[in-house]
């Protein structure tokens, strides 16, 4: 099992910036990529942004060259630089991570709130 621990988030004004963060902890050895998604009030869940262990990434149209994910291995870490924030970024953030085997269920933080105010 994963656990996910995620921190950082708030209320920022459009045009600011804020920063998350995502440790696991636990079987850590069984994890390939870890990201975020996020999701808006009546809207489903969407991609953000996804790393894997060998630092390849994957952003959504809507955030490439706003957000920055990267990850710390040695820390079990990701981590999300999000800049030039809009009020449509304004959603609940989870931390997701990837298992190797593909057959196991992902594994999910407990969700951090992100507002941006226009």
């Known amino acids: 099992q994963v656990q996910l621990v995620e921190s950082g988030g708030g209320l920022v004004q459009a045009g600011g910036s804020l920063s998350l963060s995502c440790a696991a902890s636990?079987?850590?050895?069984?994890?390939?990529?870890m990201g975020w998604y996020r999701q808006a009030p009546g809207k489903q869940r969407e991609l953000v942004a996804t790393?894997?262990?060998?630092?390849?990434?994957n952003y959504a149209d809507s955030v490439q060259g706003r957000f920055t994910i990267s990850r710390d291995n040695a820390k079990n870490t990701v981590y999300l630089q999000m800049n030039s924030l809009k009020a449509e970024d304004t959603a609940v953030y989870y931390c997701?991570?990837?298992?190797?085997?593909?057959?196991?269920?992902?594994?999910w933080g407990q969700g951090t709130q992100v507002t941006v105010s226009s």
């Open positions: 997701n991570a990837k298992p190797v085997n593909r057959f196991q269920s992902d594994y």
């Open positions: 636990g079987s850590t050895f069984s994890i390939n990529a």
């Open positions: 790393i894997t262990r060998g630092g390849n990434i």
